[in-house]
């Protein structure tokens, strides 16, 4: 029997095994090398693995502000946006990303998501027109907000802020330990679309609330916030 086929078919399987294995031994093949967490450069990835699990798959919302909404990016300017990424919210859920602060990310990375949050989820154009309340302000009256917060907010929240049919409890001291005055601030202004909460326009639509109404209620939630003292002793009153 000739042996030429068999040695046809060898030679094809040598150059089949031969090509799977071109890269050196023990080396990786090119393209194959994992990225370094500090080289990532994609927003998509970037945002997945850091913001999604509090702000929500495409910024709609979760557990915190929804990023992708038109008037909190029109009203936050992009240091602002870039600073609270970086630094976070002392005394919030809202950690530090910076690696100078603590975190894990380059200031190229920090500046990736900022910049690529304004430029896909802010709509400019809507507000060319509008008077939009400050992102930041002196604080307010508490004893004004109460009544602010009686003409806006009680129809969905209750008279005194404990939750009713329509909304949930807003001075329960567990959730404004999780939350800074601004964050009140920028919700109340807002919103929360994902959530049928409406801005500072659409509450009544008569009348927007105004700056210093912004300003009070505000003050009237944050009054609730539980004292230390007052949290140390309901600590040590649990079983």
Same mark, same amino acid.
Request: hydrophobic residues 40%.
């Given at each position: 029997?000739? *042996?030429?086929?068999?040695?046809?078919? $060898? !030679?094809?399987?040598? =150059?089949?095994?031969? +090509? @799977?294995?071109?890269?050196?031994?023990?080396?990786?093949?090119?393209?194959?090398?994992?990225?370094?967490?500090?080289?990532?450069?994609?927003?998509?990835?970037?945002?997945?693995?850091?913001?999604?699990?509090?702000?929500?798959?495409?910024?709609?919302?979760?557990?915190?502000?929804?990023?992708?909404?038109?008037?909190?990016?029109?009203?936050?300017?992009?240091?602002?946006?870039?600073?609270?990424?970086?630094?976070?919210?002392?005394?919030?859920?809202?950690?530090?990303?910076?690696?100078?602060?603590?975190?894990?990310?380059?200031?190229?990375?920090?500046?990736?998501?900022?910049?690529?949050?304004?430029? *896909?989820?802010?709509?400019?154009?809507? $507000? !060319?027109?509008?008077? =939009?309340?400050?992102? +930041? @302000?002196?604080?307010?009256?508490?004893?004004?907000?109460?009544?602010?917060?009686?003409?806006?907010?009680?129809?969905?929240?209750?008279?005194?802020?404990?939750?009713?049919?329509?909304?949930?409890?807003?001075?329960?001291?567990?959730?404004?330990?999780?939350?800074?005055?601004?964050?009140?601030?920028?919700?109340?202004?807002?919103?929360?679309?994902?959530?049928?909460?409406?801005?500072?326009?659409?509450?009544?639509?008569?009348?927007?609330?105004?700056?210093?109404?912004?300003?009070?209620?505000?003050?009237?939630?944050?009054?609730?916030?539980?004292?230390?003292?007052?949290?140390?002793?309901?600590?040590?009153?649990?079983?």
């Amino acid at each position: 029997m000739s *042996r030429i086929p068999y040695l046809s078919a $060898f !030679a094809v399987l040598s =150059l089949v095994l031969l +090509s @799977a294995c071109s890269a050196p031994n023990g080396q990786p093949l090119t393209g194959s090398e994992p990225v370094a967490p500090s080289q990532i450069a994609d927003f998509g990835t970037l945002y997945a693995q850091n913001c999604a699990a509090c702000h929500g798959a495409e910024g709609r919302g979760g557990a915190s502000i929804a990023l992708a909404n038109p008037v909190y990016l029109a009203i936050v300017d992009q240091n602002a946006l870039h600073n609270v990424v970086a630094n976070g919210v002392h005394g919030t859920s809202m950690p530090a990303f910076a690696q100078s602060a603590g975190g894990a990310l380059t200031d190229r990375q920090l500046t990736i998501l900022a910049d690529q949050i304004e430029a *896909r989820w802010s709509r400019p154009q809507e $507000f !060319a027109e509008v008077i =939009l309340p400050p992102y +930041s @302000a002196d604080p307010g009256d508490p004893e004004q907000g109460h009544a602010v917060f009686n003409g806006y907010c009680s129809r969905c929240h209750g008279a005194d802020g404990t939750g009713a049919s329509k909304g949930a409890s807003v001075v329960d001291p567990g959730f404004l330990a999780l939350v800074s005055d601004q964050s009140l601030r920028s919700s109340v202004i807002a919103g929360r679309a994902d959530q049928n909460v409406p801005d500072w326009r659409s509450d009544s639509p008569d009348h927007a609330m105004t700056p210093q109404e912004i300003s009070d209620v505000v003050a009237w939630l944050s009054s609730h916030r539980a004292l230390p003292g007052n949290l140390a002793k309901a600590r040590k009153a649990l079983p």
